[in-house]
């Protein structure tokens, strides 16, 4: 069984620091690896696909890195909207798995 | 705009069914993959299953948790998607997200939920 595991379960930090979420998977899964968004009431939403890929929208500041069984979200300077959770995602044979979580707060 | 509506939800008792729908537009339903993620109560996100298009299958695949109890199922003439739930448990209590699922040139690997809809809830209690 795939598992994602997030790093770490929640980060705080203040509007303008730099933000770094981490997921690493058990096995490698090239570059198949993507991060979604989730405020309290909404749905989620794409943020990263193909590791370092930012889906149509999504500001510059966020960036996807890595590749294999690593992966980076950074958020450059956070802005008062991006405090929220934060999922990795990815398929292994015909299962999708996604990691626990990061709940970003501020500080 | 790319939009997926689910419907369905409700309160049903253990031991009991329930078919969830979700309408898309904006979308060559046709040629899409869809899933279906779930959200517990204060938890993380859970694949359910997913189909694949009409063009590639549609075959199906699912999460242990939900295989042999949970069915998905395609209509392209209504655009529609479909989870029927039966012999539902507590646990299957949850937010259900009707979910596209994409994949990019050259590998068309699909793994990523490109677009969700706002979900429908399912409450599973006696």
Same mark, same amino acid.
């Given at each position: 069984?795939?598992?994602?595991?997030?790093?770490?379960?929640?980060?705080?930090?203040?509007?303008?620091?730099?933000?770094?979420?981490?997921?690493?998977?058990?096995?490698?899964?090239?570059?198949?690896?993507?991060?979604?968004?989730?405020?309290?009431?909404?749905?989620?939403?794409?943020? $990263?696909?193909?590791?370092?890929?930012?889906?149509?929208?999504?500001?510059?500041?966020?960036?996807?890195?890595?590749?294999?069984?690593?992966?980076?979200?950074? $958020?450059?300077?956070?802005?008062?909207?991006?405090?929220?959770?934060?999922?990795?995602?990815?398929?292994?044979?015909?299962?999708?798995?996604?990691?626990?979580?990061?709940?970003?707060? $501020?500080? | 705009?790319?939009?997926?509506?689910?419907?369905?939800?409700?309160?049903?008792?253990?031991?009991? *069914?329930?078919?969830?729908?979700?309408?898309? *537009?904006?979308?060559?339903?046709?040629?899409?993959?869809?899933?279906? /993620?779930?959200?517990?109560?204060?938890?993380?996100?859970?694949? /359910?299953?997913?189909?694949? *298009?009409?063009?590639?299958?549609?075959?199906?695949?699912?999460?242990?948790? /939900?295989?042999?109890?949970?069915?998905?199922?395609?209509?392209?003439?209504?655009?529609?998607?479909?989870?029927?739930?039966?012999?539902?448990?507590?646990?299957?209590?949850? /937010?259900?997200?009707?979910?596209?699922?994409?994949?990019?040139?050259?590998?068309?690997?699909?793994?990523?939920?490109?677009?969700?809809?706002?979900?429908?809830?399912?409450?599973?209690?006696?």
């Amino acid at each position: 069984e795939m598992v994602l595991t997030q790093s770490p379960a929640t980060l705080s930090l203040s509007p303008g620091e730099r933000a770094t979420l981490s997921c690493r998977s058990r096995q490698s899964v090239s570059s198949y690896l993507a991060w979604y968004q989730q405020k309290p009431g909404q749905a989620p939403r794409l943020l $990263i696909y193909d590791a370092s890929y930012r889906a149509t929208g999504v500001p510059a500041r966020f960036r996807g890195s890595g590749s294999g069984t690593d992966f980076t979200l950074t $958020i450059s300077s956070l802005e008062p909207e991006d405090f929220a959770v934060y999922y990795c995602q990815l398929r292994s044979d015909w299962m999708y798995t996604f990691g626990q979580g990061t709940k970003l707060e $501020i500080k | 705009e790319v939009q997926l509506v689910e419907s369905g939800g409700g309160l049903v008792k253990p031991g009991g *069914s329930l078919r969830l729908s979700c309408a898309a *537009s904006g979308i060559a339903f046709n040629d899409a993959w869809m899933a279906w /993620v779930r959200q517990a109560p204060g938890k993380g996100l859970e694949w /359910v299953g997913r189909i694949k *298009s009409k063009i590639d299958g549609p075959t199906t695949d699912y999460a242990a948790p /939900v295989k042999g109890r949970f069915t998905i199922s395609r209509d392209e003439s209504m655009n529609t998607l479909y989870l029927q739930m039966s012999s539902l448990k507590t646990e299957d209590t949850a /937010v259900y997200y009707c979910t596209t699922v994409l994949g990019n040139p050259p590998s068309y690997y699909y793994y990523y939920m490109g677009v969700w809809g706002k979900g429908t809830t399912v409450t599973v209690s006696s």
